[in-house]
């Protein structure tokens, strides 16, 4: 790939935006005020701090880390003592001391913020010496071909081209030496100018982390300055650091950034909007626990001083509860008439014989709508949030059974409230559960997500937007459900 000067942002970048993220950064603005000073924020952001530090070591693959052993660093902190040298394949010390850099520069970068500082070309280089205290030399290769180590020059750009060769033999190209300065100079221009115009966080974030890799100004550490460049985008949002968790988040961000090389971004602009949601939602979800948390009479004070000032118009809790609860209605609705249009279509291209389709919704007070209630739990847990059946609970549901295999796959979509405390943020989840019979004559049964990341809105959206959204969430979900009982009725045929 031939370098080229890094390019603005394209004339219609603000189709890229994403309207979800956009809801839950407006709600989470409001649960911010609420929350801040207490314990349960600090400890979240700082656990999101520490994994954002882990993470992006690991992306680079500068040591390595199973889940358990990050989940430890991440809820006890950075201490070589919990790292075995065999789970990280390096001395434990060292990359106790490269972690703790990295979270040096996340805590960094909160501060940088709160002092309202201008990127520049100078604080890019602060960054990278920064990240690299710990890092003595980087790998290059001779004109001969060899790989050798080399000393690390912290904060100070290339002097030598640092163009990797891939695997089938194409060179990648970055920007010359002699042109470093003067696009680091461009790129930081640009995202001044990108700020005033107000540009949708995801998408400068996105933008910046694939021109600052396009220049990659520095002999090594490059990927770790650009994602802490695209978390300075969202901390100035008042949101908080993405992100990007184990291989396959890896996976769909190295093809994100090629996407990018290319000339489109959605791709990352999408996995950042994605990895951002599943803070916000994690951090809208949090209890206030003003009693456990032992604030003292002046915190108090304060946030009975904020109820009081309550902006002009702002919604009341029960209207809120209310228009919550309408919309969630309105997106299960949705859900089930997409369903049973499905069904219809699916009963004459089967035929009758051995198979059957059902569908069907349950919600509110019915005792069938707490079915699916761990399943749900579960997964909620797993995209970082609290599932609160209280605020709304309901469920739509595609049931496609092979009576002659006893295959029997059910695709459920589940609607419900987010965070114990629920403030009108509303999430659905769509799952496959299969059940068939196992080889000691007992039924097993498997539960598949089927989408990365759950369907979120709030309660001041406007409905037609938000099913809109829906749909381009739903069907691909469903697409997956049925492939999944195509595949298993084909290899029992």
């Known amino acids: 790939m ?28 409001e649960r911010a005020d609420e929350l801040e000073g207490t314990g349960a924020l600090r400890e979240f952001a700082a656990r999101l701090q520490r994994r954002w530090a882990i993470e992006t ?114 060179v990648h190209e970055y920007a010359p030496p002699e042109q470093v300065a003067s696009e680091v100079d461009r790129l930081v221009s640009m995202h001044a100018a990108h700020r005033a115009q107000g540009v949708p966080p995801e998408i400068e974030a996105a933008w910046l982390h694939h021109r600052f890799t396009q220049i990659h100004p520095f002999q090594d550490g490059n990927g770790r300055v650009a994602r802490a460049l695209a978390t300075l985008v969202f901390l100035r949002a008042g949101w908080f650091p993405p992100v990007i968790r184990d291989e396959e988040d890896r996976s769909e961000y190295i093809a994100a950034l090629e996407s990018a090389d290319r000339g489109e971004l959605r791709p990352l602009v999408d996995l950042f909007a994605r990895v951002e949601k599943s803070a916000l939602l994690g951090a809208i979800g949090l209890s206030t626990q003003v009693i456990d948390e032992q604030r003292d009479m002046g915190q108090l004070i304060s946030a009975l001083a904020r109820e009081a000032a309550r902006r002009p118009g702002q919604v009341e809790e029960g209207e809120r509860a209310g228009r919550a609860r309408r919309l969630a209605s309105s997106v299960l609705a949705g859900v089930g008439d997409r369903m049973g249009v499905l069904r219809d279509q699916l009963l004459e291209a089967l035929g009758g014989g051995h198979y059957r389709v059902f569908h069907d919704v349950k919600a ?79 039924r097993t049964t498997l539960v598949v997500p089927l989408t990365k990341e759950p369907f979120s809105f709030t309660y001041g959206e406007d409905e037609p937007a938000v099913l809109q959204r829906l749909s381009r969430w739903l069907e691909p979900a469903l697409l997956v459900g049925i492939d999944a009982f195509r595949r298993a009725i084909a290899n029992g045929a």
């Open 57 to 170: 070591g690991l992306i680079e693959r500068l040591y390595t880390l199973d889940r358990g052993i990050t989940q430890l660093l991440v809820e006890q902190g950075i201490d070589a003592a919990l790292i075995p040298h065999a789970a990280a394949g390096r001395d434990s010390e060292w990359v106790a001391s490269i972690i703790g850099d990295q979270l040096d520069v996340a805590e960094g970068l909160f501060a940088f913020v709160k002092q309202d500082r201008e990127l520049s070309a100078g604080y890019i280089r602060e960054l990278h010496q920064a990240l690299t205290r710990n890092q003595e030399t980087t790998t290059a290769r001779t004109p001969e071909g060899r790989l050798i180590e080399v000393p690390l020059r912290r904060g100070e750009f290339k002097r030598q081209p640092n163009n990797p060769i891939r695997p089938d033999g194409v």
């Open 364 to 442: 509110g007070d019915e005792a069938e709508a707490a079915w699916y209630r761990a399943d749900v739990i579960d997964l909620a847990h797993e995209f970082g949030y609290y599932a609160n059946f209280e605020a709304f609970r309901g469920w739509a549901r595609l049931k496609l059974v092979d009576v002659r295999a006893q295959i029997q796959d059910e695709i459920v979509v589940a609607v419900h409230g987010v965070g114990r405390q629920f403030r009108g943020g509303l999430s659905a989840v769509a799952v496959s559960i299969r059940r068939e019979p196992a080889e000691d004559g007992r």
């Open 2 to 29: 031939r370098w080229q000067p890094i390019t603005d942002l394209p004339p219609d970048y603000r189709a890229l935006a994403s309207d979800e993220l956009r809801s839950l950064g407006e709600l989470w603005r």
